[in-house]
């Protein structure tokens, strides 16, 4: 009997571990193969993934030929453990790999973007940001003391944290003093305000409460606006650009602010706090509100940054020259430079990449980067908050952008693949 029980033991000890194993092979894969990759036509770029298992790699098109050494180029070929491979194609668009484990289960899918030669001007200037909400976003519901001294919540249960108040009454609103001139006009009658909530419209009811000082509120904290200081990454041929490398989040609900439009202004930087263990340095400036200090429009704010598109006053400051565009593929551990404007004039900084993610799941976190510049860790102590968006440059190309510092190391943080960002 004793017999029996420990061989039971040992059969079900091995199919759990068998499942495990599975499991976990397939959660490693799926997040260390990326779902995208990016060449450039004509030019034979090479990959190397680390994978603990043999895979067969293939193609569905002929115009995407693939290699791994033996120079024979076929539309399927067999990879074994951490062998490198390569993927060539003479056109541009947009074609599919497939990967199979053990050459029989399909793993996934990877899309190959085959696209022309880029080049962009790296930047590192810092920009002042203004942006329009679309919508009256909501951060919180509070309290009204009413004229006899009695407290109401009429939002409570009502109104979330996140959500955008479009219309009232079907009257559309621009800001916040839009909304407070309908209130007062709507007193205290029922109101229909329509919410976007979560990508969704909806209608809500509503009935204005008369506070203490004669007017009429709804009792949530709201804003139509917010601003910042950050760097401009990149400036394309076209004078599109693209800056932080990272969204901007509403400080309150911690949610990507959704946009009408913005600009850009011009901004002068005052003074840098270091980062200190536990808290991040910053650097604190003034940002030049005016129509002739503006530097360009806003158009998107995005998890990958902000984008839009430069005046002719800012493209006059360019100084810097366009270089080419790296992709993931291109970055390896080791020396590279960010270019900052930290010091009052543009240089670059030399750094070290420590880690290349080639997963798609953080898109912003593509890469550990480590300060190592002795000038820069004088000054700044590392990265500090208002350096997001600084470029990453190795072997003389655009190969990403600062964006996050790490909150126990300074002088380490993230970094986002700059095709991420152009992406966009």
């Known amino acids: 009997m004793e017999k029996k029980r420990i061989h039971r033991l040992i059969v079900r000890m091995f199919w759990v571990s068998l499942v495990f194993c599975i499991g976990f092979t397939w959660f490693y894969m799926k997040r260390v193969i990326p779902d995208k990759l990016n060449i450039v036509a004509e030019e034979e770029e090479q990959f190397h993934f680390s994978m603990p298992f043999d895979v067969t790699l293939y193609s569905d098109s002929e115009e995407v030929v693939l290699n791994n050494g033996s120079n024979i180029p076929s539309d399927q070929i067999h990879l074994q453990v951490n062998q490198p491979f390569s993927v060539y194609s003479e056109n541009q668009g947009s074609y599919r790999l497939g990967l199979k484990l053990f050459g029989w289960i399909q793993l996934k899918d990877i899309q190959v973007n085959v696209v022309d030669t880029k080049y962009a001007v790296p930047c590192g200037t810092p920009v002042g940001i203004y942006l329009k909400s679309d919508g009256i976003l909501v951060i919180g519901t509070g309290d009204i003391t009413q004229k006899d001294g009695m407290t109401a919540t009429p939002a409570f249960g009502i109104l979330q944290s996140g959500d955008y108040i479009e219309t009232i009454n079907g009257t559309a609103l ?86 009408t439009d913005g600009s850009l202004y011009e901004t002068a930087i005052l003074g840098i706090e270091k980062g200190t263990f536990g808290k991040p340095g910053v650097m604190s400036g003034i940002i030049y509100y005016g129509p002739g200090s503006t530097l360009g429009s806003i158009t998107a704010n995005t998890e990958e940054g902000i984008f839009g598109k430069v005046n002719d006053r800012f493209k006059q400051k360019l100084e810097q020259d366009a270089i080419p565009i790296g992709y993931r593929q291109d970055i390896k551990k080791g020396v590279a430079h960010i270019r900052s404007n930290v010091s009052g004039s543009i240089r670059d900084y030399e750094i070290e990449i420590q880690r290349v993610d080639y997963s798609t799941s953080h898109k912003s976190k593509g890469m ?13 102590g590392g990265i500090v908050q208002g350096m997001s968006g600084s470029p990453i440059i190795q072997d003389g190309k655009l190969v990403g952008a600062v964006t996050h510092v790490f909150i126990q190391d300074s002088t380490r943080g993230y970094g986002i693949f700059i095709e991420n960002m152009l992406s966009h």
């Not at 009935?207 to 007017?215: H, N, Y």
């Not at 004078?239 to 609900?253: E, K, R, V």
């Not at 550990?368 to 700044?380: G, M, N, Q, S």
């Open 174 to 259: 621009t800001d916040k003093e839009a909304l407070m001139d309908e209130l007062g006009k709507i007193g205290a009658s029922e109101a229909v305000l329509k919410v976007r909530r979560n990508g969704e419209d909806i209608d809500v009811k509503m009935t204005p409460v008369e506070a203490d000082d004669g007017t009429y509120k709804l009792g949530v904290w709201v804003r139509d606006d917010t601003q910042g200081i950050g760097t401009m990454t990149y400036v394309d041929m076209n004078g599109q650009f693209g800056a932080l490398g990272h969204g901007i989040s509403d400080s309150d609900t911690g949610d990507v602010v959704q946009i």
């Open 368 to 380: 550990v980067i480590k300060v190592t510049d002795p000038d820069l860790l004088a000054l700044t």
